[in-house]
């Protein structure tokens, strides 16, 4: 079977990183020895479970990925970087043809999105890889659909936890919000409760000292107006496991999507799922 060539961007970061160890443990994927890094990456390759890498820093991408692309052929790109350079990196991957799946949060979605519409490539954007957690967030979409103004009165608090590199607010916690003012709840994305402090999640939300370093954990708390009814939310992530196997669904996802002649189209994980 020939495997599907995957470049994984954002090494040698975290998330970026746990992807890239799963891509080499799947038998349907190849892992491209090439990654697009930021500016101030100092090391010029990254060593993945023996596996060697190269670090491209945005100065020089432009004059290597046409030599990526002859040694390479045919691959998808998963986009695993920061906040900052996320509108960047999508004109890159359309100026030069790239299929990709952006799973870093940030920047401007709008434009993000134009980006991809405007060209001749397809791509999968989710603030969230976990299929799970999407799931959920289906259902509140329906729910805020079929049900509008369910909570209104209510008053709602949201608090979100990852790892202290983490710099922006959770793309996740940001969508709900769109689903509880649906609902009913007038409340702004600013009023999300961004926990970065360790020491606040070890002793307070008592999340495990060994995940202090990658976790998601969010809890979205609805008040009745006279305090005699309470609704909760809560969906916590240790680890970043559980996001390989919705990136691997999306890039699989794609690839059908291309090979049916796709292009110029945005797709989000919500049409993963449902594989259409």
Same mark, same amino acid.
């Given at each position: 079977?020939?495997?599907?060539? @995957?470049?994984?961007?954002?090494?040698?970061? $975290?998330?970026? #990183?746990?992807? =890239?160890?799963?891509?080499? *443990?799947?038998?349907? !994927?190849?892992?491209?020895?090439?990654?697009?890094?930021?500016?101030?990456?100092?090391?010029?390759?990254?060593?993945?479970?023996?596996?060697?890498?190269?670090?491209?820093?945005?100065?020089?991408?432009?004059?290597?990925?046409?030599?990526?692309?002859?040694?390479?052929?045919?691959?998808?790109?998963?986009?695993?970087?920061?906040?900052?350079?996320?509108?960047?990196?999508?004109?890159?991957?359309?100026?030069?043809?790239?299929?990709?799946?952006?799973?870093?949060?940030?920047?401007?979605?709008?434009?993000?999105?134009?980006?991809?519409?405007?060209?001749?490539?397809?791509? @999968?954007?989710?603030?969230?890889?976990?299929? $799970?957690?999407? #799931?959920?967030? =289906?259902?509140?979409?329906? *729910?805020?659909?079929? !049900?509008?103004?369910?909570?209104?009165?209510?008053?709602?608090?949201?608090?979100?936890?990852?790892?202290?590199?983490?710099?922006?607010?959770?793309?996740?916690?940001?969508?709900?919000?769109?689903?509880?003012?649906?609902?009913?709840?007038?409340?702004?994305?600013?009023?999300?409760?961004?926990?970065?402090?360790?020491?606040?999640?070890?002793?307070?939300?008592?999340?495990?000292?060994?995940?202090?370093?990658?976790?998601?954990?969010?809890?979205?708390?609805?008040?009745?107006?006279?305090?005699?009814?309470?609704?909760?939310?809560?969906?916590?992530?240790?680890?970043?496991?559980?996001?390989?196997?919705?990136?691997?669904?999306?890039?699989?996802?794609?690839?059908?999507?291309?090979?049916?002649?796709?292009?110029?189209?945005?797709?989000?994980?919500?049409?993963?799922?449902?594989?259409?």
């Amino acid at each position: 079977m020939n495997r599907l060539k @995957v470049m994984i961007n954002g090494l040698p970061g $975290q998330v970026a #990183g746990s992807i =890239a160890n799963h891509v080499l *443990a799947d038998d349907r !994927f190849e892992l491209v020895p090439f990654s697009f890094t930021g500016p101030d990456i100092a090391d010029s390759t990254c060593l993945m479970d023996g596996f060697s890498v190269r670090l491209v820093r945005p100065d020089v991408r432009d004059d290597e990925i046409q030599k990526i692309k002859q040694a390479e052929g045919f691959f998808i790109t998963v986009d695993f970087t920061l906040p900052a350079a996320v509108n960047d990196n999508a004109e890159f991957y359309c100026r030069h043809n790239l299929p990709f799946v952006m799973g870093t949060t940030g920047g401007d979605r709008e434009q993000l999105e134009q980006s991809v519409l405007s060209s001749s490539i397809s791509a @999968v954007i989710a603030p969230n890889m976990a299929k $799970q957690i999407v #799931g959920f967030q =289906a259902m509140m979409a329906y *729910a805020a659909e079929n !049900f509008p103004g369910l909570f209104a009165g209510y008053r709602l608090e949201i608090r979100e936890s990852h790892q202290q590199t983490k710099v922006d607010t959770s793309g996740t916690a940001k969508a709900m919000v769109r689903y509880f003012n649906k609902l009913g709840i007038d409340f702004g994305e600013n009023q999300i409760i961004k926990i970065r402090d360790p020491e606040i999640q070890q002793k307070e939300l008592k999340i495990p000292e060994a995940y202090l370093g990658g976790h998601a954990w969010h809890t979205y708390t609805l008040d009745a107006p006279d305090k005699t009814a309470q609704f909760s939310f809560s969906h916590n992530i240790n680890g970043r496991d559980i996001y390989s196997q919705g990136t691997f669904d999306a890039v699989l996802f794609l690839q059908k999507k291309i090979n049916a002649g796709s292009a110029g189209s945005v797709y989000t994980m919500i049409d993963v799922l449902k594989g259409g």
